[in-house]
């Protein structure tokens, strides 16, 4: 597993444990990083939820189309230490 892996996953593990309350538009990019960053250019309309809020969720990941997936990653990394003011290793 490559540093980088390693380091979206703990990115991962941190945000899956945040209590604090996240904007909207701050959840939308975690959304959209994750899913670049795990499917690549490989778009699913969610299925589960509110359409409204699913349509949110796939106009956020289409915006970010263009990164690749070590970039998503990277940017995940970023904004999880930006939110959580951590450096993650």
Do not use: C, H
Request: positive net charge; without cysteine; glycine residues 4%.
């Amino acid at each position: 597993m490559s540093k980088l892996d390693e380091r979206f996953i703990a990115a991962f593990d941190i945000a899956s444990a945040m209590t604090q309350r996240i904007p909207p538009d701050t959840m939308l990019m975690f959304y959209a990083y994750y899913k670049q960053a795990t499917k690549g250019g490989n778009f699913k309309q969610p299925t589960e939820g509110i359409p409204l809020k699913n349509a949110f969720k796939l106009n956020a990941w289409f915006q970010i189309k263009n990164l690749s997936i070590d970039e998503a990653k990277e940017k995940y990394i970023e904004l999880v230490e930006k939110i959580t003011n951590q450096k993650i290793n």
